[in-house]
């Protein structure tokens, strides 16, 4: 079953403006991660932040994380038609002995030209 | 090569064949992961292999699914009497990961499967 869920489920908004993303779990973690998937295609891995760590940064993306409330957010900024997809959250399991990956539902961002 | 390779790209079958699809992982990669992708959905969790040993198949969906990687490179997953519910897209990652190391993994992307 899925891991938990993301939020909005489909966002859309115009090129240049800043997309966020959110996304919550169930379980305690050793990371949590970010993937793009364009339409027919596979995961392409875009960040992964540990469980001690609270917010890291790569180019235009910013990931935060809180433990606490088990949610994490993921935020595009100056957004390009290219970033048009679907963002999944994967979480990997504090303490399980193998790295599977449980994906939230996903959103899906459309960036209008 | 350079990625995870996945094939056939495609498949359709009528309900009740089976069908085998092929995962080339990354060259020296040791886990390697299947997951399985409804439509509109995020993947969800198949099994688990570090270099030939299966190591958790608890996400195989029934008895009829079956996975090998029988020289810790290649692997294949299998369904026998597909059914219409094993519609999906089968999704293979890998990594050079052997235990817990926060690295991310590597996917291909995918074989769409079809059953009529």
């Known amino acids: 079953s899925q891991q938990g869920e993301e939020d909005p489920q489909a966002l859309s908004i115009q090129e240049g403006e800043n997309a966020t993303m959110n996304c919550s779990y169930k379980t305690s973690i050793n990371n949590l991660q970010w993937y793009r998937q364009n339409s027919g295609r596979g995961l392409v891995h875009l960040i992964l932040?540990?469980?001690?760590?609270r917010e890291k940064h790569s180019g235009r993306l910013r990931v935060t994380l809180d433990t606490s409330k088990k949610s994490s957010s993921l935020l595009i900024t100056a957004s390009r038609a290219a970033d048009t997809a679907s963002y999944f959250c994967?979480?990997?399991?504090?303490?399980?002995?193998?790295?599977?990956?449980?994906f939230g539902t996903g959103t899906r961002l459309t960036i209008i030209p | 090569g350079a990625g995870v390779s996945q094939s056939p790209r495609y498949k359709v079958a009528k309900r009740g064949q089976d069908v085998a699809l092929r995962c080339d992982p990354i060259?020296?990669?040791?886990?390697l992961f299947w997951y399985q992708q409804a439509l509109g959905q995020g993947p969800e969790f198949l099994t688990y292999f570090q270099n030939e040993a299966q190591l958790d198949k608890s996400g195989l969906p029934s008895d009829r699914f079956f996975a090998e990687r029988p020289e810790g490179s290649v692997s294949t997953l299998k369904i026998q009497r597909t059914q219409q519910e094993d519609s999906a897209v089968y999704l293979c990652?890998?990594?050079?990961?052997?235990?817990?190391?926060?690295?991310?993994?590597?996917f291909g992307d995918g074989t769409r499967l079809s059953i009529l």
């Open positions: 060259s020296g990669h040791v886990s």
């Open positions: 990652a890998s990594s050079p990961a052997r235990v817990t190391s926060n690295q991310p993994q590597h």
């Open positions: 932040i540990r469980s001690n760590e």
């Open positions: 994967a979480t990997v399991r504090a303490n399980f002995g193998n790295e599977k990956l449980t």
